[in-house]
């Protein structure tokens, strides 16, 4: 299989924080120099939250802004990807960033439940937050915690409500939601390849599944994330170094099945993205 796999780099989230992993990065510029590693190491995408100065997660869009001037800098040609999720913000605050125009930003298209609440996305908030991709020009990544939202992604780009290309990341393993479960990620594949074949599809696995996830994504020709947002560990009993350590694990298994590693220019490529400026 010679097909490159894009690695995207999951760097901090909203929930993670230093008492669970000291190498969570927190400030900007933290984030700056682990996705810095983290491209080294073989990430092609950079997915980010921002946080305030107490670690609590933020939507502000000066701090979204100073991180992607950041990587710009520092990062020339990743896919700069933010996050729309719904820890750091409620309603249009989720999206305020947009007008920033990253090369891409999370969305997910339905709700469900998560550990301790309900992550809500209702119809109103989906659209809107698809309108201002469609108005600054920004892929979305469709964050798929179940399987009516793989077939929400696939109706709303057939009607021409989302941007760009169609690009869809089965997230397992969040507690309350879709457990790890290797039949069903084997229809999800089967779902996309036959309802959406001109699509990409990623995937991504929460906690010690990481890897494991990571593995049957690149075995089955899809692309994966990894990173300390899911995971902050190597194994049981050893925290992760760095979001680098957990992206190279993710490019040993793709040389593992021959898969080479996409270059930031070959991800965006793939995903029909805008050349980097």
């Known amino acids: 299989m010679s097909k490159p796999c894009i690695l995207c780099c999951a760097i901090t989230g909203s929930v993670p924080t230093k008492a669970d992993n000291p190498a969570v990065p927190t400030t900007v510029s933290e984030q700056i120099e682990s996705s810095h590693a983290a491209v080294e190491a073989g990430a092609s995408i950079i997915h980010a939250h921002v946080r305030n100065g107490d670690e609590t997660p933020s939507s502000d869009p000066e701090k979204f802004a100073l991180l992607k001037e950041g990587l710009e800098k520092h990062c020339p040609g990743v896919i700069i990807q933010f996050s729309t999720g719904g820890r750091s913000g409620a309603g249009q605050a989720r999206g305020g960033m947009l007008p920033l125009r990253p090369d891409m930003a999370s969305l997910s298209v339905g709700s469900n439940n998560f550990p301790t609440r309900v992550y809500e996305n209702p119809p109103e908030l989906i659209s809107w937050l698809s309108s201002e991709m469609q108005a600054h020009e920004i892929t979305p990544e469709i964050e798929a915690f179940d399987l009516s939202h793989i077939l929400q992604a696939i109706r709303h780009h057939k009607a021409g409500t989302l941007y760009g290309q169609l690009y869809v990341q089965f997230v397992m393993g969040v507690k309350n939601a879709m457990p790890v479960d290797r039949e069903v990620f084997e229809f999800y594949v089967k779902i ?39 995971n902050v560990r190597l194994d049981r009993n050893t925290l992760a170094p760095s979001n680098a350590a957990l992206i190279t694990r993710a490019a040993e298994l793709c040389e593992k099945y021959e898969r080479p590693v996409a270059t930031p220019a070959q991800a ?3 995903l029909g993205l805008r050349a980097a400026t």
Request: proline share 2%.
């Open 192 to 230: 996309m390849q036959e309802r959406a074949p001109k699509a990409e599809w990623c995937a991504a696995g929460i906690g010690a599944a990481q890897i494991t996830v990571n593995e049957w994504a690149i075995a089955a020709g899809g692309h994966t994330r990894a990173g300390l947002e899911d």
């Open 268 to 270: 965006r490529e793939i």
